[in-house]
């Protein structure tokens, strides 16, 4: 785990409204930096695909990550198909992306190599 990774996983997400706390292209690509494996794709979503040996660990992984979410007070969008869950992270109540998404992104990142 890269220490900025590290970092943001140690942080807590803060309700955000409003478009002030949108964060920027330059912002995000910085923070993106040190999130493995996640893109933004051309909706300007924050996104990763994980892959599992087994439908069942898939759903365990999205029940983990369920979890998370309900302490963050964050929820993403979960896709679940065999072996494979997609994450997708944005902040409906800033119009866009906010650290909150690259924070909780970071923390899934976490679960992930558990």
């Known amino acids: 785990m890269k220490s900025g990774e590290r970092d943001l996983a140690a942080e807590h997400c803060h309700p955000l409204r409003g478009r002030q706390h949108a964060i920027d292209p330059p912002q ?3 923070l993106l930096d040190q999130l493995p494996g996640w893109q933004i794709d051309a909706t300007g979503v924050l996104r990763k695909e994980f892959g599992f040996s087994s439908y069942t660990a898939a ?3 999205v ?17 679940v198909g065999y072996g494979r869950v997609i994450v997708r992270y944005s ?19 976490a679960l992930a190599r558990i």
């Open 91 to 109: 902040t409906h109540d800033v119009g866009g992306l906010s650290r909150n998404d690259f924070v909780c992104a970071a923390k899934v990142e």
């Open 63 to 79: 029940n983990v990550v369920a979890g998370l979410a309900e302490r963050e007070n964050h929820h993403p969008d979960l896709e």
């Open 28 to 30: 995000a690509a910085a």
């Open 59 to 61: 759903v365990l992984f």
